[in-house]
Nanobody, 124 residues
Framework: QVQLVESGGGLVQPGGSLTLSCATSEFSLEYYAIGWFRQGPGKERERVSCISNSGDSTNYADSVKGRFTISRDNSKNTVYLQMNSLKPEDTAVYYC?????????????????WGQGTQVTVSS
């Protein structure tokens, strides 16, 4: 099964930073919009941020605006999520997904491919 691979998670103190990466060696990401979603303990999966296939368009959940930045390097077949000023409520498993439907990229159901997730824990 085609999969994406997330990396970069870990334990960080409140106010700290992490950069997550999403990549695959199985197909070119340049034709896909990529979304980052997260699922905290006892919570439903929620959209964090999405980026169009060209990188020209992005969107963010209100809870992360001004703190998180999504970007992509199609030459490296990788999408990044820079997370600054992290808060305990950002603690979750973070997943990246790929969809050809930019118009529906905020909806998890539109994604054809997913990664296994990477744990982010924000705690002192």
């Amino acid at each position: 099964q085609v999969q994406l691979v997330e990396s970069g998670g870990g334990l960080v103190q409140p106010g700290g930073s992490l950069t997550l990466s999403c990549a695959t060696s199985e197909f070119s990401l340049e034709y896909y919009a990529i979304g980052w979603f997260r699922q905290g303990p006892g919570k439903e999966r929620e959209r964090v941020s999405c980026i169009s296939n060209s990188g020209d368009s992005t969107n963010y959940a209100d809870s992360v605006k001004g703190r998180f930045t999504i970007s992509r390097d199609n030459s490296k077949n990788t999408v990044y999520l820079q997370m600054n000023s992290l808060k305990p409520e950002d603690t979750a498993v973070y997943y990246c997904g790929a969809t050809i439907r930019w118009q529906a990229a905020t909806l998890a159901d539109s994604y054809a491919y997913w990664g296994q997730g990477t744990q982010v824990t924000v705690s002192s």
